[in-house]
């Protein structure tokens, strides 16, 4: 089936960014932050260390969502980058579709909070992964997930995504 978007999930620090920014590339679609589509006052929550609540989600998520609707709509596919922590917010990205797919950015907290640490020039504050990884709900028994261990370099994560999503016929 052709897919509207492939959305990358994980904790914040995961890679989202990075191996979003690798695919687009690689498959010649457009590669979207999630993180540009949140209001400025959860920018500002998240920058003070306060963990975002379901509610200040919602909004963010049917944004995203909104953004996908369109990527359907015209035919042009999406790599998004969102975390996408909770099955809930999943199924607002879904939206009852079934061309999306969800790449799942897997790591220890110890080496994404090394990494995260290691950021410079980004809101997020390495403080707050902790929360991020209590508000998970790993994706295991969904089907339109992939998990993908963020141990390896960059370059060696996209491979093995692509090829993933090219086994499933998910892309050409
Ligand atoms: N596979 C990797 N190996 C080594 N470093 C990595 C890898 N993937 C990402 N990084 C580094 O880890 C940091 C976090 O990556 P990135 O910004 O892509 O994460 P993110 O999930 O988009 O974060 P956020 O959700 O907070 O925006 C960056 O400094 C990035 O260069
Ligand atoms: O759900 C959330 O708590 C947020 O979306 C965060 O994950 C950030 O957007 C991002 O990852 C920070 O860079």
């Avoid at 369109?70 to 922590?85: E, F, K, Q, T, Y």
């Avoid at 508000?135 to 141990?151: C, K, S, W, Y």
Wanted: glycine content about 8%; charged content about 25%.
């Amino acid at each position: 089936m052709t897919v509207a978007a492939i959305v990358v999930m994980g904790v914040s620090g995961s890679g989202k960014s990075t191996i979003g920014g690798l695919l687009a590339d690689r498959l010649g679609w457009i590669f979207e932050d999630g993180d540009a589509f949140h209001p400025a006052s959860n920018v500002a929550k998240m920058s003070a260390g306060t963990p975002l609540t379901d509610d200040d989600r919602w909004p963010w998520l049917r944004a995203i969502a909104a953004r996908i609707a369109s990527a359907r709509a015209g035919g042009r596919p999406v790599i998004i980058g969102c975390s996408a922590l909770k099955r809930a917010y999943r199924d607002v990205l879904r939206d009852g579709h079934a061309d999306i797919r969800f790449l799942h950015l897997t790591g220890s907290p110890e080496l994404i909070m090394a990494r995260q640490a290691a950021r410079v020039g980004h809101f997020m504050p390495a403080s707050l992964i902790a929360s991020q990884f209590a508000t998970l709900e790993p994706p295991d028994t969904e089907a339109d997930v992939i998990d993908l261990d963020v141990d390896p370099e960059p370059e060696a994560i996209a491979a093995k995504a692509l090829a993933a999503l090219r086994r499933r016929g998910d892309i050409a």
